[in-house]
């Protein structure tokens, strides 16, 4: 095999697939990165998987959010910056949870993104430990 990764024929395998030199391969990160063999119940939230000594331990290109290689979206580091601020201020301020009946669908397109949309119910957090909420708020996306 040549360092293109096409054998003499004009042919790869790729698993149990037999690939056509010039044909345009699509990677799925939404399965991709669902895979049970490289993200042992995917569909569990578990923030503990994306620690730096886990990272470690995924294969190459396991996890690509952003994409790979030489077309990775050039704003993935202002995009990660950007929602860990976002988030940390939203957290501070609020309690977020679905709202009771909220049932979450997602849209896999280029993006992804919630099937009917998300409802939630917001309430304002204390600031300090004598004050109560008093901002409940139900919100669509």
Do not use: W
């Amino acid at each position: 095999m040549d360092a293109d990764g096409a054998d003499g024929h004009g042919t790869t395998t790729l698993g149990d697939y037999s690939i056509r030199q010039g044909a345009d391969l699509m990677v799925a990160p939404y399965v991709l990165h669902r895979n049970p063999t490289i993200f042992p119940e995917p569909e569990r939230f578990d923030p503990e998987r994306f620690t730096a000594e886990r990272e470690k331990e995924l294969p190459r290109y396991a996890y690509i959010p952003f994409g790979a290689g030489p077309r990775v979206c050039i704003g993935n580091s202002f995009a990660m910056m950007e929602a860990q601020l976002i988030i940390a201020t939203v957290a501070q301020r609020f309690r977020l949870r679905l709202a009771a009946d909220q049932r979450v669908e997602m849209n896999a397109q280029i993006t992804l993104s919630p099937l009917d949309g998300l409802r939630m119910v917001v309430e304002e957090r204390a600031r300090n430990s004598q004050r109560q909420p008093h901002l409940t708020a139900e919100l669509a996306y």
